[in-house]
Nanobody, 127 residues
Framework: QVQLVESGGGLVQAGGSLRLSCAAS????????MGWFRQAPGKEREFVAA????????YYADSVKGRFTISRDNAKNTVYLQMNSLKPEDTAVYYC????????????????????WGKGTLVTVSS
């Protein structure tokens, strides 16, 4: 089993930046691939970004490409999401996720089938 704990959410003005962190513990061999989803009020969960174990393969939703950067520090079992140029439409609960397969992060927009999820951290972007 893998436990995921997100941190770094908060309130920020449009155009500002935040960095989210997700620390993995437990059977971290099951978290070769990690990433982020988000769920805005009244909307379904959607894919944000994902990264392979080596960090060599990254994927981003079109809505965040060029503004967000995903990275990881395997020595700390931690994945990060640097969010720049934030917009009000980025307001959502951001969920960290982990799975042995990177494919599951990009197969569906909602992340169906991904094994492990954090409880989420709220990001609010004011206008």
């Amino acid at each position: 089993q893998v436990q995921l704990v997100e941190s770094g959410g908060g309130l920020v003005q449009a155009g500002g930046s935040l960095r989210l962190s997700c620390a993995a513990s437990g059977r971290t061999f099951s978290s070769d691939a990690m990433g982020w989803f988000r769920q805005a009020p009244g909307k379904e969960r959607e894919f944000v970004a994902a990264i392979s174990w080596s960090g060599g393969n990254t994927y981003y939703a079109d809505s965040v490409k060029g503004r967000f950067t995903i990275s990881r520090d395997n020595a700390k079992n931690t994945v990060y999401l640097q969010m720049n140029s934030l917009k009000p439409e980025d307001t959502a609960v951001y969920y960290c996720a982990a799975d042995s397969s990177l494919y599951r992060f990009i197969a569906t927009d909602q992340g169906y089938g991904i094994d492990y999820w954090g409880k989420g951290t709220l990001v609010t972007v004011s206008s």
